[in-house]
Nanobody, 114 residues
Framework: VQLQASGGGLVQPGGSLRLSCAAS????????TAWYRQAPGKQRELVAV???????NYADSVKGRFAISRDNAGKMVYLQMNIVRPEDTAVYYC?????????WGQGTLVTVSS
């Protein structure tokens, strides 16, 4: 199983960015999907989750600004990031998991700076 995250880059404060994560070689709909991030010098933290039943949950710091979504047929998970802030700067990781399997992508760097 491979997870390929993409879409990171440099964005100005207040701007938008969309991250994508492509999965291969699995029955995608059987997994919950999530985005995490790790800022320099900090622990990795959960950003957003979309479960198998399409329910979502967000960290308080991104509620109202970020939106997670998934495409089961295309085996993709997305993170739409709006009104970004400098404190959103981090490496973002996608994760697919269920009761006995856990997969992580390689990370994509998002830098929010003017």
């Amino acid at each position: 199983v491979q997870l390929q995250a993409s879409g990171g880059g440099l964005v100005q404060p207040g701007g938008s960015l969309r991250l994508s994560c492509a999965a291969s070689s699995l029955i995608f709909r059987r997994y919950s999907t999530a985005w995490y991030r790790q800022a320099p010098g900090k622990q990795r933290e959960l950003v957003a989750v979309v479960s198998r039943d399409d329910s979502t949950n967000y960290a308080d710091s991104v509620k109202g600004r970020f939106a997670i979504s998934r495409d089961n047929a295309g085996k993709m998970v997305y993170l739409q990031m709006n009104i970004v802030r400098p404190e959103d700067t981090a490496v973002y990781y996608c994760r697919l998991y269920n009761w006995d399997q856990d997969y992580w992508g390689q990370g994509t760097l998002v830098t929010v700076s003017s």
